[in-house]
């Protein structure tokens, strides 16, 4: 596996290599229709995520060869839309030698004016990416540039840029910083829980400028880091400073955690105490999230990978979760990262989901399942925005990917619940029909809410295998998979322990989409 998960994953290694000597089926069941997945293999962290002419475009961790990890290369997909996909051909191969030599993840910035000396007309792409070279043990900066719009990349002849012959050092993220007037990278290493700054004019060769880390969640490795300024909410002229840490394993598992702060003269200064822990998304699978470079007024678009499990899917492995819009909101606890199903899909939501919307208003349930009318979707695939109001010591909510026998007995279902007592959003899986791996104890995933309110804003994202639930409009996320039953696709919402109102409910069903 790769390096940085390899503890977390070591036996869904093995468990992949004997799979694979057996005839592999095929999963459409479980295959997303509007968050994307590679045609066929194993796919990883989100690279060189940038906005071109119109076109997003996504290159990804990837195996060219096989369903599980391995052969790291850079993928590449490009979208207008963030829903529609192309795949292109492999960008960055991995280059086998007496070094063998894999593209680990990275970035993409274009070099408008040629700062780097390598653009043939008014610039060009640049990508920064980590070379992990196994059998030097070692891990290096390595940069290639394109003159083609990001089709093809040539590697940098005196590459590595950045050596510190560590083992363990990658994931750079670069972008233009008016303040220095210059190329700045942030880049990990992960085993000393830091992140390192570094400048420079050309992206060619780099100036150490400073460290920050062991901050926050330290129990496992660093890696993944990128910064970033954010506007705050109601202040649009107020921003902030972001910094986005990946640290899987120990206790937390898949876990991303984030500072906000300042950033000048080159120093990241963080606003909270040292200890603070600010988790980014509360399931067990989002992660290696970065932002696109280079959107229409430095709008933060960010997409993370989902990371898949145990479970086996094929012809494919792994996907990415919706893109998300980022911004800060001011909150009792302070400054909050705040991530919303980005707008470049929302706005586009009745032109995808053509006339399959429905919508519901000031519905009440007193203790009891309602099911959803059948006819208002079609699979399990589909967006639903919700706002529920509970009576004091009411659990309200939905149930979805749902199988009843033939006397209305519940065969297996997901349920995403508020629970107005313990002001907690939770989904429980325990009867979801998901890996199977998974230890029942860690079936229930859970949110405290920072909040005295019995009213709760909801968008449930369900597509096929995976779930996200944005809540309070985007103040917290949760982000897990579920493998239903291909029958299980019935819907229903429900209330116990007292009475509940959907005060407004709409969902668009998106089974319709062509893709992949």
């Known amino acids: ?67 599980k990890w391995g052969h790291m290369s850079w993928g590449h997909a490009t979208s207008t839309d963030l829903v529609h996909w192309e795949h292109l051909s492999v960008a960055i191969p991995e280059t086998i030698d007496k070094d063998t030599t894999w593209r680990f993840s990275g970035c993409a910035v274009l070099d408008k004016n040629n700062t780097s000396g390598f653009c043939k007309s008014s610039g060009c792409l640049v990508a920064v990416y980590t070379a992990d070279q196994p059998n030097l043990k070692k891990e290096s900066q390595f940069i290639a540039y394109s003159n083609d719009g990001g089709m093809t990349f040539t590697n940098y002849a005196n590459n590595p840029v950045i050596d510190l012959q560590k083992k363990d050092f990658r994931d750079p993220n670069v972008s233009w910083n008016e303040e220095l007037k ?39 490795a660093w890696e993944c880091p990128s910064l970033m300024q954010l506007p705050v909410e109601g202040s649009p ?35 909270n105490p040292s200890g603070t822990v600010l988790a980014m998304d509360y399931g067990d699978c989002f992660y290696a999230a970065i932002p696109w470079n280079n959107v229409p007024d430095d709008k933060k678009i960010l997409i ?56 519901i208003k000031n519905l009440k349930i007193s203790n009891r399942e309602l099911s959803i009318n059948e006819k208002t979707i079609s699979g399990n695939s589909y967006w639903l925005d919700a706002e529920l109001a509970c009576e004091p010591g009411t659990t309200a909510g939905f149930r979805i990917a749902q199988k009843k026998d033939k006397d209305n007995k519940t065969l297996s279902e997901t349920e995403i619940g508020y629970d107005a007592i313990k002001h907690q959003l939770y989904v429980d899986k325990k009867n979801s029909g998901t890996d199977e791996k998974i230890k029942m104890e860690n079936r229930r995933q859970t949110i405290d809410l920072q909040t005295g309110s019995n009213t709760i804003r909801l968008e449930i994202l369900f597509d096929k295998s995976s779930l996200e ?22 819907l229903s919402a429900f209330a116990t322990g007292g009475d509940a109102i959907i005060k407004s409910l709409t969902i668009w069903d998106l089974s319709r989409i062509k893709n992949n």
């Open 182 to 220: 210059k190329w700045l990278m942030v880049v990990s290493l992960p085993a000393d829980h830091t992140v390192r700054f570094y400048a420079s004019d050309n992206l060619r060769e780099w100036q150490l400028l400073s460290e920050f880390g062991n901050a926050g969640y330290t129990d496992a």
């Open 304 to 359: 993370g990978w989902m990371v898949p499990g145990h479970q086996e899917t094929y012809p494919w492995k792994g996907q990415m979760s919706i893109p998300r819009d980022l911004g800060l909101r001011e909150t009792k606890e302070g400054l909050r990262l705040v991530q919303q199903p980005s707008s470049v899909i929302q706005n586009n939501l009745s032109a995808l989901s053509g006339k399959n919307t429905s919508q």
């Open 237 to 271: 002229m107020q921003k902030k400073w972001v910094l986005l840490v990946s640290a899987a394993g120990a206790k937390k598992g898949v876990f991303m955690q984030y500072f906000v702060g300042g950033f000048t003269g080159g120093v990241f200064k963080n606003d």
């Open 469 to 490: 639930v944005f809540i309070d409009k985007g103040e917290k996320v949760l982000t897990t998979y579920i493998f239903p039953d291909v029958q299980a696709n019935a």
């Open 1 to 67: 596996m790769k390096q940085h998960l390899l503890a977390y994953f070591i036996l869904v290694f093995f468990s992949s290599k004997i799979l694979a000597q057996e005839e592999q089926k095929p999963t459409p069941q479980w295959r997303p229709i509007y968050h994307f997945t590679p045609l066929k293999n194993w796919t990883n962290d989100p690279n060189g995520l940038i906005y071109l002419n119109g076109v997003y475009h996504l290159y990804n961790q990837q195996n060219p060869y096989e369903n």
